[in-house]
């Protein structure tokens, strides 16, 4: 093919003014060349069109709501909505919306949500709840220690978290995922409350696509309508041990174990999780 283009411009001669010559190698390199840069053309063309909101290529949207629901469940009766759960009288029952309202779905949605309290219950099935979704605490404390007590002794540390990492893989347009938390503002003896920082403040990130190309969305926003809510979580009271938490995300948040006196956090844990049982206490006299 080559070599026939080249017999081809080879023979041509100026003909009328015309360097017919250096016309078809022009020609040939324009092509060549249109060829090699068409996908970056495209890429800046998309992402034009995305700068400047064009239609279709507009930023989806996100919405994401915290309401706190109505509960009507007597004090230490068994919830069969939450596993079993005995309720008591300081639980509240909090439902998080995470909705898709643009016309084009969102991939890797991932939410980190700080609640007005501790989690006692993540409830991700039953009744109003969609599936779909992922919820965990967002730092997860590491115990360098056997927590299997030996025999005349108890393990009596309860961690509770209080800021939530929420993970959807793929959010369709106009859809809605659910998730509820029992949260308590109480806490007791032991408790190991982590990621404590009861502020309205959330952040969220999603991918979306246009023309093939990933563009990524990264926000940060207030919970509305829950003010008191979160102050009065702003003092977990009874405190006996606090640290410092610093996740990679360089967001500074905190731990304490509750009611424990101790000389260092880990000593503290295990003085929680070696407890002696009443029996074992009474031997030892």
């Not at 001669?13 to 250096?22: A, K, V």
């Not at 060349?33 to 989806?60: C, D, M």
């Not at 939450?82 to 309202?101: A, C, H, M, P």
């Not at 919820?135 to 509770?160: A, H, V, W």
Request: hydrophobic share 35%; net charge negative; glycine share 8%.
């Amino acid at each position: 093919m080559s070599d026939l283009l080249s017999e081809i411009i080879a023979k041509l001669r100026p003909e009328d003014g015309l360097d017919w010559h250096g016309f078809i190698v022009g020609a040939v390199v324009a092509m060549v060349i249109a060829v090699l840069f068409q996908p970056y053309l495209a890429t800046a063309a998309t992402n034009l069109k995305v700068s400047v909101g064009a239609p279709g290529y507009q930023e989806p949207n996100v919405d994401v709501s915290v309401n706190e629901m109505p509960v009507i469940y007597p004090e230490n009766v068994s919830v069969d909505d939450f596993d079993g759960l005995k309720w008591k009288e300081d639980y509240s029952l909090y439902r998080v919306q995470i909705e898709n309202t643009a016309d084009k779905p969102v991939e890797d949605v991932e939410l980190s949500l700080r609640l007005p309290g501790c989690s006692i219950y993540t409830n991700l099935e039953g009744p109003g709840i969609t599936e779909g979704m992922d919820s965990d605490n967002y730092i997860q404390p590491r115990i360098t220690f056997d927590l299997e007590p030996p025999d005349g002794y108890e393990n009596r540390l309860s961690t509770l978290g209080c800021t939530k990492q929420i993970e959807i893989s793929n959010l369709p347009s106009n859809e809605v995922r659910t998730v509820e938390y029992v949260v308590t503002r109480e806490f007791s003896r032991c408790d190991f409350i982590s990621g404590y920082k009861p502020t309205p403040e959330y952040n969220l990130t999603y991918q979306w696509t246009a023309d093939s190309e990933e563009y990524g969305v990264e926000l940060s926003d207030r919970v509305s309508g829950l003010d008191d809510d979160y102050e009065s979580a702003r003092s977990p009271g009874g405190v006996g041990i606090q640290t410092t938490l610093y996740p990679s995300n360089g967001e500074v948040s905190y731990a304490y174990l509750v009611n424990v006196s101790a000389p260092s956090l880990e000593e503290g844990m295990k003085k929680c999780v070696y407890t002696p049982t009443s029996s074992n206490i009474t031997a030892s006299r």
